[in-house]
């Protein structure tokens, strides 16, 4: 909800910011509607993609090793932790992981990859 809020007052775009992924290890149709639910529309810069296969997550290094999470989901199923990253021209400039040891998905506290942490941070830039 804050990034939706942050592009239509601007923020986003004010930042720099052209585009705004969102992506979860989970299936195409998964984040089709998780994208209508949030009542983001095509022509938001906000898009959200599946890492079906966890590829992106593993490469990334923000896979949940804890096992909470497993116990409840299963095990058998890889799990990414809540982060944000700002990238430009390819590079990452920021990448903050929203975990705690007692909170390995960042469900608790998810401020460090809210849009506050992330605009304040690529403004330190």
């Not at 195409?28 to 599946?50: C, H, N, P, R, Y």
């Not at 290094?61 to 944000?84: D, E, F, M, N, Y």
Request: with cysteine; net charge negative.
């Amino acid at each position: 909800p804050g990034y939706k809020k942050a592009e239509l007052d601007d923020r986003l775009a004010d930042a720099g910011i052209d585009q705004v992924f969102v992506f979860c290890v989970n299936d195409g149709a998964v984040m089709a509607a998780w994208k209508k639910d949030q009542g983001l529309t095509s022509e938001s810069m906000i898009e959200f993609l599946a890492d079906t296969q966890s590829e992106l997550t593993e490469k990334l290094g923000i896979t949940i090793t804890h096992p909470g999470p497993g116990s409840v989901l299963g095990a058998q199923t890889k799990r990414c932790k809540r982060s944000a990253l700002f990238v430009d021209d390819g590079v990452i400039k920021v990448f903050n992981v929203s975990e705690r040891p007692d909170d390995p998905a960042g469900d608790d506290d998810p401020s460090a990859s809210c849009v506050e942490a992330m605009l304040a941070a690529i403004k330190a830039l």
